[in-house]
Structures are given as C-alpha cells and as structure tokens.
C-alpha cells in the first residue's frame, strides 16, 4: 500500500512540473501563431518633423577598453546633425577604459562634436545610477541609448526620430543584431535564442496590443516619458524592465522596429554568457516581485496583464526543470511507474505523454525555427542541426539560472555584474582570445560543480533506464530526452572549469615569471 501511494504522489508531482512547464510551451506556439495574424501590422510613423530635435546619445560602459573605440566611431558616423546631435560617454571604469575615453574624448570634440566625458567614482546605482546622473545634464528631449558593445548603422536616427512625432512614444526599439553569431557553437545558439525573443515575442508583443520592454539598449526614449513613469530606479538590476513596465502603464505606448536591426557582439564563452543570463534572470524575478501586483491592479487590457504574467514568471521553470529532472530519475528507471488503465502503454496515459512531450518540447522548437524564418529566410533551415545543442544548452543553464531566480526572490542585492566583451567586430577571432586574458575570471563558484553532478547523475541515470529495457514501454520517449540534461550540463560545468583551469594555470604562470626576474 505504501508503495501505491509512494508512485501516486511521485507522480502527480512529476505531471504536476510537467504540466506548469507545458504552459509556457504552450505561449511559444501562441506566439508564433499570433506573429502569422499580425505579420503585416508593421508600425508606421506618424509624421515628419519640420525641424529635427536634439538627440542625446548616452553610452553607459564599466571598464569596456576593447571595444570603446569602435562605439565611438560609430556613434561619430551618425546621419544627424552636428548641431542637433550631444554625445555623453558614461563611464564608471576602474581601468585604463578611463584614459581611453577622455583621449577619444578630445578627439571628437577637436572635429566638432558635443561630446562629453561623466565619469563617476561612485558606481551607486550602477547603469541605472548612471543613467539617472546624466539625464539631470543631457540637452537633447531624446535620448539614445547604446551599451559599448553595440555598433549603430547610420541611418539609426532617420529611422527612428519620425515616431516621435507621436506624443504619447515613449521609447521606439530596434531589434539586435549579432556581430560574431558564427564565432563558435555558443554563438550560434546565442543568436537562436535571442531570434526568438527579438523576431518573434517583443514583435508580438507590440503589434498585438500587448505590453514589451526595452532591452537596455539600441533604443531611443523620449526624457519626458522616463521622468513622467518615476525615472530610472536602481532597486532590480534590469532597470530597464522595470520602467519599461511603469511607463506603459502610466499610458505610454512602445514601438518595436522587427526590420531595423542594430549589431552587437555576443559572449563568446560559458562564464560570460552565465554572466549575463544570471543578471537577466534574477533582474527579471526582482522587477516580478516588485511590479507584478502593481500591473494585475492596474487599468490596462487582460490581455496586456496575462503576457507581463507569463514573462515575469516564465524564470520560475527554471527550478521547474530541476525538479523534473529529480522526479524523472525513478520515472526512467522503472522505480516508480503508472499501473491498470492508466500505465504507461494504456491509450489514455500515451496521448498525455504525448501531449505534454509536444508542449514541452516540440513547440519550442517550432518557436525557434520560426524566429530564424523570420531572421534568416534563406539559411533557416540551418537551425535543424543545432536544435538539440539548443535544448541541451538549455537544459545546462538551469542550475545557474535556479539560483538566480532564488537570489531574485531572497535577496535585496542590486549589483551589477558586466558581460567581458573583446571587439569582435574591430578585431580578429585570435586577437579577440589573446585580450580574454586581459579580463580576470569570472566568478563561478559552487554552480560549475552542481552541473557536473547533475551530468554524472544523468549518466548514471541513462545507463540505468538502457539497463532495464526502458524501450519495451512508450517511457521510451523520456529515455531519449535524458541526453539533452546529459549533454547540457556536462557542456555547461566542464565550460566553467576549463576556464577556472586557464586561470589558474595562467596565474602561476605569471607567478613564476616573477619569481624568476627576481
């Protein structure tokens, strides 16, 4: 009877995971099916203006030496006007990006640019204090913001500045592009996964009357609008987010430019893509926290609350799937099993296995197979081959992103941790590994263990399911799902140990070398 029991509860508590993370499959499928109903809603511009306005450009950056000149060179070859166009460089730096900058400084500013160097030597705030220091000065009623690693076509401006002739835009952006997609294999699945929010959700979102967020960058805000929604706040460390939310609810509306695409260089090894996505997640859990009550009370269609409900909590399957992937273990193994007319080969039980597989799974795929459509409509079908390095990267970034959710639902900390990057765009794939040592390793901590762990469990775990002949029952499916967790966290944990490895190895190095000058 005990035994009865013990599968019942194990059971239901493995359906149970699998149907809440089913859900948020089930809002990629919607996504996509949303897009085809309003592919051709594409946003339009008001008017024209009689006389273009002052632009401020704000370049926020934090010991950003490699790639600062190249930002500059671009933000210089913007068709604007001289007269109409100030440029403030941001920089919190504790390096030599501080020596770099004023000297691009002074050469700007000798070829006629008003461009000014603020820098601070109190981080308060971060990117968000940052933003909020310069605003108090900026001369422009518009204000563009760029982190250093983005490269703006010329055109930004003539582009978006026709929008805001509309009183009530607030913020217009434009969709990233990616310098260095076919860097290497992280990249490559990068860019996929970054397609897919960019090409499809922030598209949706804004043509289907619902609300979208501004991704820190590579967009323009009216000043007015940000001061009007309570300015930027440092209390998440996803400040754009957060006032993003504020302003749209005050009546602000959005507009998302899909066909405009702004570059940008993406991380190009584990620890600095953990990096990012830790800062993305937990900053996402702590404007959850602090903003979604706010928005189901607030007067704004259900449908706008339903998709802020889905996107603020969509993190918490992060600690859905290590759940699952806890409860799968005595599922695959034959331990714990359904019996009668619901086991496993019973009609009934094979639809829903069925059904929460294509949900869980399948749907996803079509999400991102569908972005690159989108993106790339003559090389999408290259996906197909990475679409199991996808979900296995996937799978792996689940304990980092676990305890991010967690930091973000018990912890008050603010701080802002940067993603190292290396001027890709300017530079060389050897030059861009000989500067990554210029940059101290990345914390890693316990989570590159757990992951390994996780990979040795699910190791033991297939070895275990092949042992018992998992392929006599449709649980067959779950089997050749272990090697996606099998895969991604041992791909994840070795990425961050190879790298702690360099850096020790680079350390004693130097050590030696010192020791033997003396």
Request: overall charge positive; glycine content about 8%.
């Amino acid at each position: 009877m005990e035994s009865i029991w013990f599968n019942i509860i194990w059971l239901l508590a493995y359906f149970g995971v699998l149907i809440c993370m089913s859900g948020y499959g089930l809002h990629r499928l919607m996504m996509v099916v949303l897009y085809l109903v309003h592919r051709r809603d594409i946003p339009q511009p008001k008017g024209q203006w009689e006389e273009l306005p002052v632009v401020t450009v704000q370049l926020p950056m934090f010991n950003e030496r490699y790639v600062v000149e190249g930002l500059l060179r671009k933000v210089t070859q913007l068709d604007y006007p001289k007269d109409k166009l100030e440029i403030q460089v941001l920089d919190d730096s504790t390096d030599d990006t501080c020596d770099i900058c004023r000297q691009q400084v002074r050469f700007y500013a000798e070829q006629g640019f008003d461009i000014k160097y603020l820098h601070r030597k109190d981080r308060t705030g971060f990117k968000a204090g940052a933003l909020e220091a310069a605003d108090k000065t900026a001369r422009g009623e518009f204000l563009l913001i760029l982190d250093a690693d983005f490269r703006p076509e010329p055109d930004l401006l003539r582009v978006v500045m026709p929008y805001f002739t509309d009183e009530r835009i607030a913020l217009v952006q434009t969709r990233w592009g990616h310098i260095n997609r076919r860097h290497n294999l992280l990249t490559r699945l990068q860019s996929i996964f970054l397609d897919g929010h960019f090409a499809l959700e922030q598209t949706v979102r804004n043509r289907s009357g619902r609300f979208f967020t501004f991704n820190g960058t590579a967009g323009v805000w009216r000043k007015s609008a940000i001061a009007d929604s309570g300015g930027w706040q440092h209390d998440t460390i996803t400040e754009d987010m957060d006032l993003s939310y504020r302003a749209q609810i005050r009546g602000w509306r959005f507009v998302y430019l899909n066909d405009y695409v702004t570059p940008a260089e993406l991380p190009e090894d584990i620890d600095g893509f953990k990096t990012q996505q830790h800062r993305w997640t937990k900053g996402c859990i702590q404007v959850c926290r602090k903003m979604l009550g706010t928005i189901l009370r607030a007067n704004i269609p259900l449908k706008a609350k339903l998709e802020a409900f889905t996107h603020l909590t969509c993190n918490f399957s992060y600690l859905g799937l290590i759940l699952l992937c806890v409860l799968v273990m005595p599922i695959c193994t034959g331990f714990v099993r359904p019996t009668g007319e619901w086991g496993w080969q019973s009609p009934r039980m094979i639809l829903v296995t069925f059904t929460l597989f294509f949900l869980a799974t399948v749907t996803v795929c079509m999400f991102y197979v569908a972005a690159e459509l989108i993106v790339r409509p003559r090389r999408w079908w290259m996906v197909f081959p990475l679409l199991i390095p996808l979900l296995a990267l996937g799978v792996g970034m689940a304990v980092n992103n676990a305890k991010a959710v967690l930091e973000g639902i018990f912890s008050r900390s603010a701080v802002f941790e940067r993603t190292p990057k290396f001027g890709e765009s300017d530079q060389g794939k050897l030059a861009v590994e000989q500067r990554a040592s210029g940059y101290k390793a990345l914390k890693s901590g316990i989570v590159p263990v757990v992951e390994l762990l996780f990979g040795l469990f699910f190791l033991a775990v297939e070895s275990v399911s092949l042992y018992y002949g998992i392929t006599k029952d449709p649980i067959g499916i779950l089997n050749f799902l272990l090697m996606s967790p099998f895969l991604g966290f041992f791909y994840t944990g070795a990425g961050s140990a190879r790298r702690i490895i360099q850096g020790m190895l680079r350390r004693r190095r130097a050590s030696v070398a010192v020791s033997t000058n003396g």
